[in-house]
């Protein structure tokens, strides 16, 4: 059914170096959320910490009612069969077939039989569209192709919550447009809880119920899809335009007048996010594909989503 994880006051440093501090945020269980920001923002180490492969200095992570930032090594190894990652470039191991990758787990943290580990995995390239592929070496296919088998590998444990480290990365948008549609389709199916992290600004419109955003070693906002991508706050809109006016600079954060003399340049209200409320465009949401029930929350988000509209066209 997926699970919740409850962050709160997160701080993680690498020496003097503050990559994040203050970070707290739900992630509803079953649902998809996006964690968007600038390179280096520390997505990637948020991801880290949340699987418990890096320790923050402050904060908790709860899951299933345990802090697991306060858990000793043998009762974290439990908590993170409850998670399947998948890691930027599938991280699979290159001498072996598709097959073996996608074994691995089951035969490593598992006592299944051969014919059980045969099933489950034949079960899961299938979800990920990768039947016949299972002599495939990982250097014999295709970027898109690993990512899938990648995907495959951390679905085999049944996980309750899944990371995706920018599944899209290298891949072309006919690729990603595929990918997402899976992601999508295979959330409704395991109700699994989903967190994103990526740069694609399409997918981050269209996949998630809930999207946050990293910048200036703070979480600027995190919330329903709609309300960010409907925010007038400068660095939120900025980010989800894919523009270069705004507060986040090339290397390092622009000066305060700069900021708002490019804003203006731009009819973006005065840079300090004044403009109505909602009234930026809302992309519509990417939906299971045919055959795949939608699930239940989903009448609730479009309820939220219609009456958004409604509030849009009527202070337009
Ligand atoms: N193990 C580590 N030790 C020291 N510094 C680290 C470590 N891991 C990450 N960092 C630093 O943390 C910062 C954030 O890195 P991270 O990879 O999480 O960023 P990101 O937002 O995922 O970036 P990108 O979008 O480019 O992938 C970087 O400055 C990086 O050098």
């Known amino acids: 059914m997926g699970v ?27 649902e998809v959320s996006v964690m968007l920001g600038p390179s ?43 998670f399947g990652v998948l890691f930027q470039d599938g ?17 490593e943290h598992t006592r299944k039989s051969e014919s059980e580990i045969r099933r489950i995995v034949l079960e899961k390239m299938d979800m990920v569209g990768l039947i016949g592929a299972e002599g495939k070496l990982p250097g014999e296919i295709s970027g898109g192709m690993r990512k899938r ?17 920018e599944p899209d990365s290298g891949l072309d948008p006919v690729r990603v447009a595929y990918l997402n549609q899976l992601i999508v389709d295979l959330n409704a199916q395991i109700d699994a ?5 990526t740069h694609d600004i399409a997918s981050a419109r269209q996949v998630p119920d809930n999207i946050g955003l990293l910048f200036r070693r703070e979480l600027v906002m995190f919330g329903p899809r709609e309300e960010l991508l409907t925010s007038n706050e400068p660095v939120v809109r900025q980010f989800l335009n894919g523009r270069m006016q705004g507060p986040i600079g090339m290397a390092e954060e622009k000066d305060a007048a700069q900021v708002e003399q490019e804003l203006a340049a731009l009819g973006d209200s005065d840079g300090k996010g004044t403009q109505t409320p909602g009234s930026q465009a809302l ?22 989503e219609a009456a958004l509209h409604r509030t849009t066209v009527a202070s337009a």
Request: proline share 8%; with cysteine.
């Open 4 to 30: 919740e994880i409850c962050v709160e006051g997160l701080t993680k440093s690498f020496g003097h170096q503050v990559i994040w501090q203050d970070v707290s945020l739900t992630l509803p269980a079953g």
């Open 91 to 107: 991280a699979l191991f290159g001498s072996m077939n598709l097959y073996d990758n996608i074994a691995f787990p089951l035969r």
């Open 149 to 165: 088998a990648g995907l495959a590998r951390a679905l085999v444990l049944d996980p309750e919550i899944i990371l995706f480290d």
């Open 40 to 82: 280096g923002t520390g997505k990637s180490v948020f991801l880290k910490t949340l699987v418990g492969l890096l320790k923050p200095e402050r904060g908790s992570i709860t899951i299933q009612g345990r802090d697991i930032t306060k858990l000793r090594e043998h009762d974290l190894y439990e908590v993170r069969k409850l």
């Open 283 to 304: 992309t519509p949401r990417l939906l299971p594909g045919p055959g795949i029930p939608r699930p239940p929350r989903w009448e609730a988000i479009a309820r939220r």
């Open 193 to 197: 809880t989903f967190l994103i992290v």
